[in-house]
């Protein structure tokens, strides 16, 4: 079976105007899920695919409009954008967001009107200052009898939406008839019942009547009864507010733990910033800290051990406060008996005595006076409750003060730890770097000293060498003055030459050599030599 459109093309013409606008009328079926992506287009007929549109518009709805409720609606689409007139067959397609084509229409073709039989004379008045002018008009029939239809489409829309006002108030009148007819049977029904049940009360008002002649002389002795029941009530009733006024001086006494309980969570907090200012300083100061930190968990646990006690002490209050509780309930239902065994006595000897009648008007006051009592001690229970809730919630929020300077303190013991660690690592950095220094400085010492050592014998060498000269072959034209200056200035020419750089380096380059001295001393007696020859 062929799937049902959701989509439906209505009052689709056979022939349009390119000259003039096209309206689109379709309905939308309640399975329809309309989108703002929904599109019209205008297609030739024996398209292979969705690109082949001529033209399109986007598909409106109206305002009102729900999803899953069918829907007229109309798309309009322009006369610049229509085909030019042809004997090409064209359709509407309508696609949805998905690209999927919901609905296709019956073919039509665009052509142009014919100039004489296609036109229409109209007249219309035009008012002027002295009188009326007739004027005539020439439009295409195709214009007119497009703008008729749209008069007509516009009528008919305007009679169906008021159709269905008028179908729907018609239904909520018949609904409310409906529900009218049904509250008066149910009226009708409700009187039916309290008749029969005032009927039976009346009855049995008569049966009771004749009843309470015998229960006469039973009065007065259950009267004296519930007299006694009323004092012993009383009694009850003091030693409850008995009872209330000790709880509230017990209630003033844990506040006052609590007053103090706050000052030593004030002082551990005072106590807890100055041991945090304290350890920043050096490592005595933090082994004070900690021995301040071991009595402020002391105090913390005396702390707990209050708040513990506290709590001990709130749940006594608890259970006193459900017996005071069951005590009342007893009591209120004592008193509602009481109450209603009253008042079936006094309907039943109102008419035989007006001394009664003065009693039970007196235990009438003293039973307002009972009510007021019971309102003002469920009162007191009411804020003692909430008394009792309160402490609750400042124990919960001392606990959790409590938690949160643990937390502090645990913070501040790793912190310290961490930092008691990078101390203990740098000073073995630092005293490896010592043990390093110490060791270049005495690798320094050894080598200065073979410097020292290597420059002693240099000199004993420089030593020998003048004498070995002094010794040989001399001119006798020299002088002993200038032979004095010679070895002076030999003198001052090879501590030069120990001095300078380039001695040193070469020292320090071959600081093992043993061919030095050698080569130094041939050095030297070169020297010699040539001064000699000069």
């Known amino acids: 079976m062929d799937k049902q459109p959701t989509v439906v093309f209505r009052n689709v013409g056979q022939v349009y105007f390119p000259q003039t606008r096209v309206e689109c009328h379709y309905s939308l079926t309640s399975d329809h899920q309309w989108s703002s992506s929904d599109w019209i287009g205008i297609f030739e007929m024996g398209r292979s695919s969705l690109k082949q549109y001529y033209t399109y518009t986007w598909a409106l709805v109206p305002e009102d409009y729900t999803e899953g409720t069918s829907a007229d609606c109309c798309a309009l689409f322009h006369a610049c954008y229509l085909p030019r007139p042809s004997s090409v067959e064209y359709q509407f397609v309508y696609v949805n967001k998905m690209g999927d084509v919901c609905a296709c229409s019956r073919p039509f073709t665009f052509c142009a009107p014919k100039p004489l039989e296609e036109l229409e004379t109209l007249k219309e008045e035009q008012d002027q200052d002295d009188g009326e002018e007739e004027l005539l008009l020439v439009i295409p029939r195709a214009q007119l009898l497009q703008s008729r239809l749209e008069e007509c489409l516009k009528k008919q829309m305007h009679l169906q939406q008021a159709l269905d006002m008028s179908t729907k108030e018609i239904e909520n009148e018949k609904d409310k008839s409906r ?16 008749i029969a049940e005032l009927r039976d009360n009346l009855r049995h008002t008569c049966e009771m ?3 309470m002649e015998g229960i006469h002389q039973d009065v007065k002795y259950s009267q004296e009864h519930m007299t006694s029941e009323l004092g012993k009530l009383l009694t009850d009733k003091a030693e409850n507010q008995q009872q209330i006024k000790g709880l509230e001086n017990d209630i003033k006494l844990l506040t006052d733990r609590e007053k103090e309980r706050n000052m030593d969570l004030e002082r551990l907090k005072d106590r807890m910033k100055k041991m945090s200012s304290q350890m920043k300083h050096d490592e005595e100061k933090r082994k004070c800290l900690q021995v301040e930190n071991e009595a402020a968990q002391a105090e913390a646990q005396r702390v707990q051990e209050r708040l513990e006690d506290s709590e001990h002490l709130a749940e006594n209050l608890r259970r006193e406060l459900r017996e005071l509780g069951t005590r009342q309930a ?8 009481a109450r209603m065994h009253m008042a079936q006595l006094t309907l039943q000897l109102s008419e035989e005595n007006l001394v009664f009648r003065e009693e039970r008007a007196n235990w009438a006051l003293d039973r307002e006076t009972n009510k007021h009592a019971a309102e003002t001690d469920k009162r007191k229970l009411q804020e003692l409750s909430c008394e009792v809730q309160r402490k609750e919630e400042w124990l919960q929020e001392e606990r959790m ?6 937390l502090e303190l645990r913070r501040e013991r790793e912190n310290n730890q961490v930092l008691l660690s990078d101390a203990k690592r740098e000073l073995q950095e630092l005293q490896a770097t010592l043990r390093m220094v110490h060791n270049q400085r005495e690798e320094q010492q050894r080598e200065r000293q073979d410097l020292v050592n290597y420059i002693c014998q240099l000199e004993q060498q420089l030593r020998i060498v003048p004498k070995s000269n002094s010794n040989g072959n001399i001119p006798t034209s020299t002088s002993p003055g200038s032979s004095s200056e010679d070895e002076e200035e030999a003198s001052s020419a090879s501590t030069r030459s120990i001095c300078s750089p380039l001695f040193l380096s070469t020292h320090l380059e071959w600081p093992n050599r043993s061919e030095v001295p050698a080569e130094t001393q041939s050095e030297s007696k070169e020297e010699t030599q040539a001064s000699a020859t000069q």
């Open 401 to 406: 003060e409590r938690e949160k300077l643990e």
């Open 209 to 211: 009547l004749n009843h």
């Open 179 to 194: 529900k009218a007819r049904m509250e008066w049977d149910s009226e009708r029904e409700a009187m039916k019942e309290e």
């Open 330 to 337: 007893n009591t209120h239902s004592e008193l509602h008996q």
